[in-house]
C-alpha cells in the first residue's frame, strides 16, 4: 500500500533525495508543486516524486510498496533514479515496457551565466519579431499553448504561474513562434521550458529568447536551470554560457 505525502511527510524525504541534482526535485521538497508518494507515512523507507511527467525514486527499491510506486505513473513518464540497483529494478518490472536513454546535466553556477553576453545575444532579435514577457493574454494565446503544453502546465492555472512563474515569447506576425519559460520553480530559481515552432527553427530564436528569461532570473537573484533532452539542447545550452557537466541515463515508461 501507498500513501501520498502531505507536507509533515515531504520534510522526512529531504534526506532520501539529497543526492539527487535536479530543481525540480528541489520544487517539490521545498513546497512550490508537484506530489510525492510513500510506502509509510511514519517511517517511509521508498518513495516518488512526481512534477509533471518527471519521476523520481529513492529509499528502498525492494521496500514493500516499491513495486506498486513503480507503477504509479503520470502519461508520458520520464524516470529517473540514481542507483544501479533502482536502474536493474526498474528494468526488471518494466522489461517489456521501458526505453533507456541519456538526457544532459549542466552545472548549476551562475557565473557562467554571464549577463554582457547575455544581452548581447538577446539583442540580436531580427525586426520582424517581437519579444515580450509573458503576461495572462499571451499565456492564452492558442499559438503560445500550441508550442508547448509544459509551459504552464505546472502550475494550478495559468493566474499561477503568471503570479509565481517566468516567461519570455517571440512572436512573428501576432503568432508565438518561440518561447522560453519557468517549467518549475524552487527556492532560488527555474527550471527552464523552451520550444520554438517547427517553421521558424534555425533562425536563433530560441537562443535569444532563452537569453531573455536567463536575463531576467538574473536580475531578480535566481537561478535558471537547464537540463538538456538532446544534442541540439547541448549546443543551445552552451552558446548561452551553461557548462557541460554529465550525462545521466533516463526511462520512458510506456504506460
Sequence with gaps: MIFEADQHVREKLVPMFAKFDSTIVLSYLQGHMGKAWVNNVETPTVAQITVGIFVFYAGDPYAEGAEQLLHNLPEFPLVIVQSTEWKER???VHKDSFEKFQR???SKNREH???THLEKIASQLPKEYKMQKVDKKVAEDPTFQELSEDFVSQ???ID???NRGVGYAISHDDQVVSAATSYSIYNDGIEIEVATHPNF???GLATIVAAAIILDCLHRGKYASW??????SIHLAEKLGYIFKERYDTYYINV
Design 155 to 157: 502550475f494550478e492555472s
Design 113 to 115: 551565466l554571464q549577463r
Design 227 to 232: 537540463d538538456g533532452a538532446n544534442e541540439e
Design 160 to 162: 499561477d504561474f503568471i
Design 104 to 106: 544532459y546535466r549542466f
Design 90 to 92: 526498474i528494468e526488471k
Design 201 to 203: 527553427r534555425k533562425k
